[in-house]
Nanobody, 120 residues
Framework: QVQLVESGGGLVQPGGSLRLSCAASGFTFSTHWMYWVRQTPEKGLEWVSGINGGGGSTYYRDSVKGRFTISRDNTKNALYLQMNDLKSDDTGVYYC?????????????WGQGTQVTVSS
């Protein structure tokens, strides 16, 4: 069955960095768009970033551009999110998601999430 397992979350001070990982299995990873989506208490569910199957096209929400980098390794069925210069507004549960198409919601597959807390 399909599994998406996130890791790498934690507590970090403002201005710090974290790298999230997502291990995928149970579907053809290289043919799917992959996404990071976050759930925050104040704003609800927010689309953060997406990357196409080959890794050559990446997209970001405006508030994370220049700070976050999405990448993937199709040889390892792995998705990553490098987060730098973290801010308190980045606090939330980060989910890995997958879909055959480019979209901002209603993805085919979701992970269980990993908590990111940015606080001094």
């Amino acid at each position: 069955q399909v599994q998406l397992v996130e890791s790498g979350g934690g507590l970090v001070q403002p201005g710090g960095s974290l790298r999230l990982s997502c291990a995928a299995s149970g579907f053809t990873f290289s043919t799917h768009w992959m996404y990071w989506v976050r759930q925050t208490p104040e704003k609800g569910l927010e689309w953060v970033s997406g990357i196409n199957g080959g890794g050559g096209s990446t997209y970001y929400r405006d508030s994370v551009k220049g700070r976050f980098t999405i990448s993937r390794d199709n040889t390892k069925n792995a998705l990553y999110l490098q987060m730098n210069d973290l801010k308190s507004d980045d606090t939330g549960v980060y989910y890995c998601a997958a879909d055959e198409y480019y979209r901002h919601d209603e993805f085919d597959y979701w992970g269980q999430g990993t908590q990111v807390t940015v606080s001094s």
